[in-house]
């Protein structure tokens, strides 16, 4: 066998795994999304009137925020990660074992980091507006809000925000 055909042909595949890799990472990076956020707002939301309503925290409850479902791409991510590295170790009979062990384990840590990169702090905020309404709120807790704390609720075009006066 000609050495360099069989370089050749090892090369191949860590090519493609690595860009597979780089793209899923990249997959992943582009899903990170900060929406529950009282200060964020997506392209669409910006430069839309939005009604505004004032009034009283009357409680605020530390709660997790969490992203509907996930999308796979930290296991598909994880998995090939996982696979390349278990590939480099051993040969014959025991690289296969390793490369699947890689790609099993890889595809695990993969999904929870998904999971864990899904979830946000945040507060759960009761307001009682000045018309005597309450209104209660789910938001990142990136802005620090306080019972007592006079407030404003800003909603249409998309979620309710509530920021501080």
């Not at 050495?3 to 997959?27: D, F």
């Not at 200060?39 to 509907?68: F, H, K, L, N, P």
């Not at 899904?118 to 209660?136: A, C």
């Amino acid at each position: 066998m000609n050495p360099l055909h069989s370089s050749r042909k090892m090369r191949t595949p860590r090519l493609l795994v690595l860009g597979a890799t780089l793209a899923a990472a990249s997959l992943l990076a582009g899903c990170a999304n900060d929406s529950a956020s009282g200060s964020v707002y997506t392209y669409d939301q910006a430069q839309r009137e939005q009604v505004v309503r004032t009034g009283t925290v009357q409680s605020v409850r530390q709660v997790v925020i969490e992203q509907r479902g996930t999308s796979g791409v930290g296991a598909v991510a994880g998995g090939v990660l996982g696979g390349a590295v278990g590939s480099t170790i051993g040969r014959g009979g025991g690289n296969l074992l390793a490369t699947v062990g890689g790609a099993i384990a890889g595809g695990l840590l993969g999904n929870a980091v998904e999971n864990q990169a899904g979830r946000t702090p945040g507060l759960e905020i009761t307001v009682r507006l000045d018309n005597g309404e309450t209104r209660v709120i789910a938001q990142a807790a990136d802005t620090p809000i306080a019972v007592g704390q006079r407030v404003r609720l800003i909603s249409g075009g998309g979620p309710t925000r509530v920021v501080p006066m």
